[in-house]
């Protein structure tokens, strides 16, 4: 069975096999910009000269024109201006450069529907800002996460619940009234209702993009954590950030409620439960940085 509308009908006794199987039957996925495809292959050569790396950015306006948006703004804190994609790489490597690719390709790829009762995109954007933003901030501090990989995986942790929203919308809506009506958490009432999460969903999306395999593991794997993942350290990391982020209001991730942290996080990423606490004035500044990047995403 194939799936062409956004409404097509997921009897609530299906499968997650059978759910999946209907998903890949979708024609209209969201798909990254060529430029994303291009930016991989070139760095599969460590030794491609910068100029090629540039080109192959270029070649798409719109994304070059977003990352030097990003790039110049207070997120990377650069002591002057960059004017060009061959600068930026030059300045911040090819590596990052490639996950400023990732994020904006992401944005352009997700958003655009507009927002309604059941689903706000602008509280889900604010959310998986908030949670990269405090990602990148602890990442950085425990060296967990090279070259903005923190950033993204906390950006991306949730993508699925956008492929559930614009494809799947009317058991969005028996979710969203389960998570109201049972006080319980959106993953859990996806469980209950559809027998299926938007970990799964967002994976597979993952997957079809040819995301890193790190990433693909966030995704799966952020609410279902354990220590002898081969990304236990990232996987972690996007626990902490997204409890973090729910316990400060950032947005929202589809309910109201803040997630019990499995408690082997803190011995993977070697840190105490009062550690975020005596951080707390520094993420909220993050927080707050995370808010004017969104709305550069977003335009």
């Known amino acids: 069975m194939s799936l062409t509308t956004e409404t097509t009908a997921v009897p609530v006794s299906v499968t997650r096999e059978e759910i999946l199987q209907q998903l890949k039957g979708i024609r209209d996925l969201p798909t990254l ?4 495809a291009g930016i991989l292959r070139a760095l599969r050569n460590p030794n ?3 100029k090629e790396v540039a080109r192959v950015v270029e070649a798409d306006q719109a994304i070059s024109l977003k990352i030097l948006q990003l790039i110049n703004s207070s997120f990377y804190g650069l002591s002057r201006s960059v004017d060009s994609v ?3 790489i030059v300045l ?3 590596q990052t450069l490639k996950n400023v690719v990732i994020s904006a390709s992401v944005f352009k790829s997700l958003s655009g ?3 309604d009762e059941v689903f706000n995109r602008g509280l889900f954007w604010q959310h998986a800002m908030g949670c990269g933003m405090i990602c990148r901030y602890l990442g950085n501090r425990l060296g967990v996460g090279r070259d903005e990989e923190g950033f993204i995986a906390g950006i991306i942790h949730d993508c699925g619940k956008v492929v559930l929203d614009r494809h799947f919308h009317d058991h969005l809506v028996r979710v969203v009234e ?3 009506r049972e006080r319980i958490s959106f993953y859990q009432a996806e469980q209950q209702e559809l027998g299926i999460s938007h970990t799964d969903i967002g994976a597979y999306l993952a997957e079809t993009w040819s995301l890193p395999d790190k990433l693909v593991q966030v995704i799966a794997r952020h609410h279902s954590f354990q220590p002898d993942l081969e990304h236990a350290e990232l996987v972690a990391l996007v626990q902490l950030s997204d409890m ?3 316990r400060y209001r950032v947005g929202s991730g589809g309910d109201d409620l803040v997630p019990a942290l499995d408690p082997r996080v803190w011995g993977t990423l070697r840190l105490n439960p009062t ?3 005596a951080w707390e004035e520094e993420i909220q500044g993050e927080i707050v940085k995370g808010k004017q990047l969104l709305n550069l995403m977003l335009t």
Request: hydrophobic share 40%; net charge neutral; proline share 12%.
């Open 178 to 180: 389960c998570v109201k």
């Open 86 to 88: 061959h600068q930026a």
């Open 92 to 94: 911040l490597g090819a």
């Open 113 to 115: 529907r507009e927002s």
């Open 244 to 246: 973090l982020a729910r």
């Open 33 to 36: 910009p060529t430029v994303f």
């Open 275 to 277: 550690d975020p606490e």
């Open 48 to 50: 491609i000269p910068v």
